[in-house]
């Protein structure tokens, strides 16, 4: 899982790719119509194509003579699975500090009371 996902993000790392990638979640498209955008070559999109289709993020089919691309949107679950991991550590870790600031909050007020009371 850890090369597959180091692959998923090295791919996305690039924002030309990465735009790519958001541009195919509304549609399948052709290397020309992906390339249109850029001020770049076909061959350049292929390259970038072949890096997301080593990440397994898209793959291409053949429709007579059109070779849409096609975005794999089960990867997503992938990332979004190793993701939410780690979100849930950190929304732990947030808790547990939560915690602690409100017990010491707590105490200063007890502590407030404590001296406003005697100083009276």
Known sequence: M?????????????PTRRDM????????ATVGQLAEPY???????SKHLKVLEE???????RDGQR?????????????AKWIERYRRRAEARYQ???AVLAEMTGAD???STDTEGAAS
């Open 96 to 98: 547990r500090l939560d």
């Open 67 to 79: 070779r849409p691309v096609h975005l794999e949107t089960e990867v997503f679950d992938l990332m």
């Open 2 to 14: 850890a090369d597959e996902l180091s692959l998923i993000f090295a791919a996305l790392a690039d």
């Open 55 to 61: 990440a397994g993020l898209v793959t291409r089919s």
């Open 39 to 45: 001020d770049v070559s076909v061959q350049a999109i």
């Open 21 to 28: 990638v958001a541009r195919l979640t509304s549609a399948d």
């Open 109 to 111: 007020a007890a502590h």
